[in-house]
């Protein structure tokens, strides 16, 4: 049985897709709900649904981001979203992350069931039979050929790390924090990083802080050592380090360049 998971913050729509449609006709089994879309990803950590229905406007995490972590984690998982709203941007952007199905409310039991139908013949022709999905490679595993929407849900992610660390890179600034906020787990935001940058999280990091330490050197009133504590360096002698790896030259050469 293909396992099938409903996120919305509407009972009437989670009770109706759950009790309405003819799911052992398609070989599936509703093995869990939720009610917004934290909620949900955890659940899909540990129930490993092959198909997940999900609304996209939900209290704590919206649907898109959540379709991103886990089109990114379960890169064989299906996904449709069903929405109250006729947004062509929000369409595009689900479609390129990997969604078998954008619907709008409230849909009609044939477009359901398309739905169904949809999914279930897509985890056939990848042979997957009921069997349990498992969550990206093991580390030290060989990398796969992503698919698009894979590709598309890692570039998601990737944007939203590096918006947050640039608007919070000075402080003190963490992957585990990072990552939370992209509801991702550490190591698998670490690997994405990797992949679309060919940098690691605390390379990236740096790069941020040293350009937002070259327009701060542009102020002659502000001390070097007040523009390296200002950007997240707490140790001058390890913002000069990375300062002169990155750029070449000594914060203070590059000031005397201005």
């Not at 990737?158 to 600034?173: C, I, K």
């Amino acid at each position: 049985m293909y396992r099938v998971m409903i996120i919305d913050d509407e009972p009437i729509i989670v009770r109706g897709l759950v009790s309405l449609l003819p799911w052992e006709k398609y070989g599936c089994q509703v093995v869990g709900t939720a009610s917004d879309g934290l909620e949900g990803l955890a659940k899909i950590r540990k129930l490993r649904p092959h198909m997940v229905f999900s609304d996209i406007y939900m209290p704590k995490l919206n649907g898109l981001a959540m379709a991103a972590g886990m089109k990114s984690e379960f890169e064989d998982m299906e996904l449709t979203i069903l929405t109250g709203y006729r947004d062509f941007d929000l369409a595009q952007e689900a479609i390129r992350l990997g969604v078998r199905r954008y619907l709008l409310k409230p849909s009609n039991m044939e477009e359901l069931e398309e739905a169904v139908g949809a999914m279930t013949s897509h985890l056939q022709k990848k042979g997957i039979l009921g069997i349990e999905i498992a969550a990206g490679e093991a580390p030290g595993a060989g990398e796969k050929q992503m698919e698009a929407g894979e590709q598309a849900a890692g570039s998601f992610l990737v944007n939203r790390a590096l918006a947050y660390m640039r608007e919070n890179y000075a402080g003190r600034l963490t992957l585990t924090e990072v990552a939370e906020h992209t509801y991702v787990s550490q190591w698998h935001l670490s690997k994405l990083l990797n992949r679309h940058t060919g940098q690691s999280f605390s390379e990236l990091l740096n790069s941020i802080r040293i350009e937002e330490a070259k327009k701060l050197l542009a102020d002659p009133a502000l001390r070097i050592g007040d523009v390296a504590e200002q950007v997240g360096f707490l140790d001058m002698a390890h913002f000069s380090r990375v300062f002169k790896r990155i750029t070449g030259v000594s914060a203070n050469e590059y000031r005397n360049t201005l």
